[in-house]
Nanobody, 127 residues
Framework: VQLQASGGGLVQAGGSLRLSCVVS????????MGWFRQAPGKEREFVAA??????????DYADSVKGRFTISRDNAKNTVYLQMNSLKLEDTAVYYCAADVPPYSDNFRLPPEYDYWGQGTLVTVSS
């Protein structure tokens, strides 16, 4: 499974960006996806996840981004998105997409539970 993240860049505080992650090498519909970020000197942290539960897709967010970020997926394009609005200085980080393939993990907020990772895309929020 290969993941290719894109969409990062420099944006002013209060602005918006949309990150994309294209997945190849496996049936995308069977993959649970997450976004994580890592700021300089800090550990990688959970941002958002979109995962299958029975016949529906559930999304979950870190408290720090809830209400500002939206995760979504387009199975026809093998792509997961992270729409980021009302960006803050503290959102500056390298953002990574990650894939959890079956058997799925229940601990979707933990980086080690994901099987594959993209290369990361840098988001810089300026004042």
């Amino acid at each position: 499974v290969q993941l290719q993240a894109s969409g990062g860049g420099l944006v002013q505080a209060g602005g918006s960006l949309r990150l994309s992650c294209v997945v190849s090498g496996r049936t995308f519909g069977s993959i649970n996806m997450g976004w994580f970020r890592q700021a300089p000197g800090k550990e990688r942290e959970f941002v958002a996840a979109i995962r299958r539960s029975a016949f529906i897709m559930l999304s979950d967010y870190a408290d720090s981004v809830k209400g500002r970020f939206t995760i979504s997926r387009d199975n026809a394009k093998n792509t997961v998105y992270l729409q980021m609005n009302s960006l803050k200085l503290e959102d500056t980080a390298v953002y990574y997409c990650a894939a959890d393939v079956p058997p799925y993990s229940d601990n979707f907020r933990l980086p080690p539970e994901y099987d594959y990772w993209g290369q990361g895309t840098l988001v810089t929020v300026s004042s």
